[in-house]
């Protein structure tokens, strides 16, 4: 889940707590236009949701896309404990051309129902949430999508540790081995037929494993590296395109200022005005 260009609107959020000695018994049946987490830290129940059924567990998390009938029933005879938070996003694409936004309804990449391992991180950034939408303080509504964004940046990272505990450590090494064997020939160019022998992996699965593990393509990341590397040289102050593109491997300069301006929304002249000089 690639969640570096999402931006958040929250409709609201929610808390629900039962009290001691009084049940609090929660059914739904409904389809939502927008995104709704829901984080059970204590709650009993059923939730169907796309034909299949789920046992609701304390610890668990919930996700419910747009435009999906779903029905969720807890338990009154047992402890109630959940925070809400119903949103929709943007994706925000910068391109050659400037800022471009979708408004985007299709489902993101997240199961209906898991019981993440790192529940109390989840917890904690869900709380922090629900405190800011509900305390009103002036500039909530911002802080309350930074917050968003953080409680995404956790469940990202928990998945992400999840699929790096399902692929063989070996591979997760030889995905490093990659990276450093990048940085060593940033002047150069590489081809995936001798990364897959440096790492006796065949293409097809070495592709695959490299994009699971870092998010990016082989090129992708390795074009990301040197475009960092550009940004740093041009920071330094070495205003000469042709040298810095040539520094990296680009006998194109034009070539190499299509992809910095793809990569930053700036061309490599505009980035060091405004970057050295302030321009």
Not at 48 to 76: F, R, V
Not at 155 to 172: A, P
Not at 200 to 210: G, K
Request: with cysteine; glycine share 6%; proline share 4%.
């Amino acid at each position: 889940m690639n969640i570096n260009n999402l931006f958040f609107h929250i409709h609201y959020c929610n808390s629900k707590q039962s009290q001691d000695g009084q049940s609090m018994p929660i059914k739904l049946s409904r389809t939502l236009h927008h995104h709704e987490l829901v984080l059970l830290s204590e709650a009993q129940g059923i939730f169907n949701i796309d034909k299949k059924e789920y046992k609701l567990q304390d610890g668990m998390l919930l996700y419910i896309a747009p435009n999906i009938a779903y029905t969720l029933e807890i338990d009154s005879d047992h402890p109630v404990r959940l925070m809400t938070v119903h949103f929709s996003y943007t994706r925000v694409n910068l391109g050659e051309e400037g800022w471009g936004l979708a408004e985007e309804r299709q489902a993101l990449p997240l199961q209906p129902a898991r019981q993440p391992k790192d529940f109390y991180l989840l917890e904690d950034a869900f709380r922090k949430l629900c405190e800011s939408w509900y305390g009103k303080l002036p500039g909530y509504e911002f802080t309350s999508r930074t917050l968003l964004q953080q409680l995404f940046i956790t469940i990202y990272q928990g998945l992400k540790q999840d699929r790096q505990n399902l692929l063989n450590y070996s591979s997760s090494l030889k995905v490093e081995k990659i990276i450093t064997y990048m940085h060593e020939h940033l002047s150069g160019k590489i081809m995936l037929a001798e990364l897959s022998e440096l790492v006796q992996l065949s293409p097809a699965y070495l592709s695959r494993t490299f994009k699971e593990l870092t998010g990016y393509s082989v090129i992708e990341f390795f074009n990301k590296l040197k475009m960092d590397k550009a940004k740093e040289m041009l920071i330094e102050g070495n205003p000469k395109i042709k040298e810095v593109a040539g520094a990296l491997g680009f006998q194109d300069e034009f070539y190499f200022s299509r992809l910095f301006k793809k990569s930053e929304g700036l061309s490599p002249s505009e980035f060091y005005s405004k970057n050295v000089h302030g321009v």
